[in-house]
T-cell receptor, first 119, second 111 residues
Framework: GAVVSQHPSRVICKSGTSVKIECRSL??????MFWYRQFPKQSLMLMAT?????????EQGVEKDKFLINHASLTLSTLTVTSAHPEDSSFYIC???????????????FGPGTRLTVL | KNQVEQSPQSLIILEGKNCTLQ??????????LRWYKQDTGRGPVSLTI?????NTKSNGRYTATLDADTKQSSLHITASQLSDSASYIC??????????FGTGTRLQVFP
């Protein structure tokens, strides 16, 4: 399957600082990427849909000014957590959409995740 | 409301044994159903993807079934290994690319 990478894999920061997380599709182009958040023992929760060259679409309840998303190229999307607070500590996972080709659906490949801890 | 429910919530089995995980969904319209394996602290990895016309699909020791009429799916793991310890997530897709996630089954395989 296609490979999606995330950087960094884990980050610890002080409250009030901003943290940038990168998501890259390594061997395919992705016009659409998704950002998820996962709390312990819970499933993934979609935060936003990132579209190359246009503004991201945020899910209800997700603050767009706090979670800045930039999808500047077909292989890179970034999520910046601004003015991070301890409640933002979570596991952030991105995914990239690969065109279905002969398939009737688009496959979604997930990154390995980024563990954010805000002190 | 589009929902995906999984059972059991957690499961403990001995190495070498088989097990079956269940998934019920109420997503409509329905496009496809996916099973993912998620190791602790890692992103989900796809095991199988089935459209409404497929009722079974295998990937090594993993076999998924789908009954689109009753809106049920199962994931059967044969001859379990210690490395099978993970969360297994049932995910359903409707008429958009957004995925609807189940809460997962946490499987622990003991020697």
């Amino acid at each position: 399957g296609a490979v999606v990478s995330q950087h960094p894999s884990r980050v610890i920061c002080k409250s009030g600082t901003s943290v940038k997380i990168e998501c890259r599709s390594l061997d395919f182009q992705a016009t659409t990427m998704f950002w998820y958040r996962q709390f312990p023992k819970q499933s993934l929760m979609l935060m936003a849909t990132s579209n190359e060259g246009s503004k991201a679409t945020y899910e209800q309840g997700v603050e767009k000014d706090k979670f800045l998303i930039n999808h500047a190229s077909l292989t890179l999307s970034t999520l910046t957590v601004t003015s991070a607070h301890p409640e933002d500590s979570s596991f952030y996972i991105c995914s990239a959409l690969s065109g279905g080709g002969d398939l009737s659906y688009n496959e979604q490949f997930f990154g390995p995740g980024t563990r954010l801890t805000v002190l | 409301k589009n929902q995906v429910e999984q059972s059991p919530q957690s499961l403990i089995i001995l190495e070498g044994k088989n097990c079956t995980l269940q998934c019920n969904y109420t997503v409509s319209p329905f496009s496809n159903l996916r099973w993912y394996k998620q190791d602790t602290g890692r992103g989900p990895v796809s095991l199988t993807i089935m459209t409404f016309s497929e009722n079974t699909k295998s990937n090594g020791r993993y076999t998924a079934t789908l009954d689109a009429d009753t809106k049920q799916s199962s994931l059967h793991i044969t001859a379990s290994q210690l490395s099978d310890s993970a969360s297994y997530i049932c995910v359903v897709s409707g008429n958009t690319d957004k995925l609807i996630f189940g809460t997962g089954t946490r499987l622990q395989v003991f020697p």
